[in-house]
């Protein structure tokens, strides 16, 4: 990988943006960490998701989806198909996922069987729900540090042999979104260009139905706070999180947190509207998690429990943000503690 990352460097002309390292580190194939064969998820690989946790999280967002009376399920890289599973046990769905990386989907296919439609391509037009569980933290940003003499774009280069950042004037559109946000220089942070686009192609695509996103981040004024000078890249490595994208390229989770108010801007602008944002606690108390843990109660998943809902694990760093069109009412994740006047 390390290989690959050079020659891009060398032919870019000795520098390639922080986010098309971060794409080749995770996705280019034969060589990036989703590509690659290595165990990623659960106990045994380098981070625990919420569906690899138990099936709580499943049955309890199925609520959400059964009192929607949808159909079909499109779901977006879903990691090993333990959500895909869980919830087409809960209820018989039209099952769809697109998967970018070919080892994960022979992983879901092995797992699903014929239950699930694996698709190639984003539909044209899709109708029902979607579904992206730490999707958004995994797609491509650009890291931008705003210093005294200007806004600059933090990219990777070559340093005596090792990956290190170098910093050029930022430009375009990247530069047009970094100045509206004002922060106190000097500042380093990230922008999400990519989850902007990939939320307005969604909303020029769905007919009728919602878009759940589940994902660890803030709303933009918590995002771009002063404390938060450092921005939020983190890698995670045999269960150890550290802030180093360059340890260990191609065998390490990269990601940054999500700014779900630019999100929520880019889905209105594909024609979207905001249907809800709580924490993931919140959203799954609304849906009855409760009830569910009542008829399952174990110490498995009193302990699952407490990881989905405790505000010191999954339950308040975590939200849920749902937007879609041509649903009437308020949705049953968010019937208390909708925070999107916060976004």
């Known amino acids: 990988m390390l290989d690959r990352i050079a020659q891009e460097i060398g032919a870019a002309g000795g520098w390639i943006s922080f986010a098309r390292y971060m ?3 995770l996705h280019e194939p034969g060589a990036g960490y989703y590509a690659g064969g290595a165990r990623k998820f659960g106990r045994a690989g380098d981070f625990v998701t919420a569906p690899e946790l138990g099936r709580l999280f499943a049955r309890t967002l199925a609520r959400q989806l059964v009192d929607l009376q949808v159909r079909h399920v499109l779901e977006f890289g879903a990691g090993t198909g333990a959500l895909a599973e869980a919830l087409l046990d809960e209820h018989p769905f039209e099952y769809s996922i697109l998967e970018v990386s070919a080892e994960l989907r022979q992983r879901q296919a092995a797992r699903l069987g014929k239950r699930a439609r694996f698709l ?4 044209l037009r899709i109708e029902g729900v979607v579904l992206a569980n730490e999707v958004l933290d995994a797609m491509p940003v650009h890291a ?14 070559i340093n005596e042999g090792r990956l290190a950042w170098e910093e050029r004037p930022a430009h375009g559109s990247l530069l047009v979104e970094a100045e509206k946000i004002q ?14 686009a990939w939320m307005r192609t969604l909303g020029e695509r769905i007919d009728r139905g919602v878009i759940l ?10 995002y771009y706070h002063p404390q938060r000078a450092m921005g939020t ?3 995670h490595h045999q269960h ?6 360059f340890a260990h390229p191609g065998a390490q989770d990269i990601t940054a947190h999500v700014d779900f108010s630019a999100i929520a801007e880019a889905a209105v602008a594909g024609g979207l509207e905001v249907l809800g944002y709580a924490t993931q606690a919140q959203f799954l108390v609304n849906c009855g998690i409760t009830e569910v ?3 399952t109660h174990s110490p498995r998943t009193a302990s699952e429990a407490q990881t989905l809902l405790s505000p010191a694990e999954m339950g308040e760093l975590f939200k849920v943000l749902a937007v879609g069109k041509g649903v009437t009412g308020p949705l049953l994740g968010f019937a208390h503690g909708d925070r999107s006047h916060t976004l």
């Open 213 to 222: 996103l589940i994902d660890y981040g803030f709303p933009r004024h918590e």
């Open 120 to 123: 190639e391509e984003l539909p």
């Open 233 to 235: 890249i983190m890698c």
């Open 144 to 157: 931008v540090a705003w210093r005294d003499d200007g806004i600059r774009e933090r990219g990777v280069a």
């Open 240 to 245: 150890r999180a550290h802030g180093d994208p």
């Open 183 to 196: 922060v106190p220089a000097p500042y380093e942070s990230e922008i999400g260009l990519a989850g902007r």
């Open 293 to 295: 843990l009542a008829q």
């Open 23 to 25: 794409d080749l580190a």
